[in-house]
């Protein structure tokens, strides 16, 4: 079984730093798109960032292009997410998820992955 798992969530005060990391077991990463995707209360789940199987391209939304950095390390097949300059507007569930196909340079849509972690919760306070 495929498993991801997050960590690195928790409280921290606006304009701070969290770094977030998804563990995978179950399936070697390195040859798949990885991603991060978040989702607060009653809002839908939305992308956040992606970095392609190669490691050559990273995607971000608009909402955190310049705060947030993902990353992947294939020897120890994690993935993570640097996020600075936290704000409110941050506050969500973040889930780390492996992209469906192997090879694909590219993936910014939550039906394009085939599993996903539990999630972490990330609150960002005032």
């Known amino acids: 079984q495929v498993q991801l798992v997050e960590s690195g969530g928790g409280l921290v005060q606006a304009g701070g730093s969290l770094r977030l990391s998804c563990a995978a077991s179950g399936r070697t990463i390195s040859t798949y798109t990885m991603g991060w995707f978040r989702q607060a209360p009653g809002k839908e789940r939305e992308f956040v960032a992606a970095?392609?199987?190669?490691?050559?391209?990273?995607y971000y939304a608009d909402s955190v292009k310049g705060r947030f950095t993902i990353s992947r390390d294939n020897a120890e097949n994690t993935v993570s997410l640097q996020m600075n300059s936290l704000k409110p507007e941050d506050t969500a569930v973040y889930y780390c998820?492996?992209?469906?196909?192997?090879?694909?340079?590219?993936?910014?849509?939550?039906?394009?992955?085939?599993?996903w972690g539990q999630g972490t919760q990330v609150t960002v306070s005032p």
């Open positions: 970095i392609s199987w190669n490691g050559g391209n990273g």
């Open positions: 998820a492996s992209h469906r196909q192997r090879f694909v340079i590219g993936g910014l849509k939550t039906y394009e992955y085939a599993y």
